[in-house]
């Protein structure tokens, strides 16, 4: 939205409440949900995303071209995806998530395997970085933004090995420096403070 230059209104749904209003509106009982001014709810961040780089085009983060369009759409899918699935689960989800929530202990088993995962991740985003200028091609795109969304998650526990993949590290400093990402930089979770290069324009 901040890429796009739109106004929004950002409410906080504790999904696992299941409120009826918000199942309501998705079914599903996830989020994120986008509500149009027109009153229509849009579920999912893939279907938000691409709604709004049609309704929106000045500033096209889906790329141009039918190749563009599907090398950004594979990336988010591997991001929101197989990094959420082998990374961000195994150490977000066990080392905090659980504790906020009250779940249970973390797995130590899952800890490891997140921090085994997470080296092959980075090794290949620093392929693609070193590659392209951004991670799809020469253009910023919804690719960036699904990486770097599920990284700063990460990094914010100081879990991101980032000295020993130094262009994927340049990367993220790029992306961290733009107007519409600095702002996520002072969001703080009460009681779990970040690193202090996190907020960090040059790490």
């Known amino acids: ?54 309704a929106y085009p000045e500033r096209k983060l889906l790329g141009d071209s039918p190749e563009q ?19 961000v689960d195994c150490l ?15 797995s130590s088993q899952a800890i490891r395997a997140g921090y085994q995962n997470i080296r092959y991740h ?6 693609l970085a070193e590659r392209r200028r951004f991670l799809a091609g020469e253009s ?3 690719a960036d933004i699904a990486a770097a969304s599920h990284l700063s998650t990460l990094d914010y ?3 991101v090995p980032w000295d020993a993949h130094p262009r994927a590290k340049e ?4 992306i961290k420096s ?3 990402f600095r702002p996520l930089l002072a969001d703080h979770i009460p009681g779990s403070p970040p690193p202090t290069h996190y907020a960090d324009l040059d790490f």
Request: hydrophobic letters at 40%.
């Open 1 to 54: 939205m901040a890429e796009k230059r739109l106004d929004v209104e950002l409410k906080v749904e504790k999904t696992w409440e299941r409120r009826p209003d918000f199942l309501a509106l998705n079914p599903a009982g996830t989020v994120p949900v986008l509500i149009e001014e027109a009153g229509y709810a849009i579920c999912h961040s893939q279907a938000i995303c691409e709604h709004l780089d049609e």
């Open 69 to 87: 369009r599907a090398e950004i759409r594979r990336l988010v899918a591997w991001f929101d995806e197989k990094f959420a699935r082998e990374v």
């Open 92 to 106: 977000y989800r066990e080392k905090l998530l659980k504790r906020f929530l009250g779940t249970g202990e973390p």
């Open 122 to 127: 980075m090794e290949y985003l620093g392929w």
């Open 140 to 142: 910023f795109s919804l």
């Open 157 to 159: 526990m100081g879990d």
């Open 171 to 174: 990367w993220y400093a790029r």
């Open 178 to 180: 733009r107007p519409s």
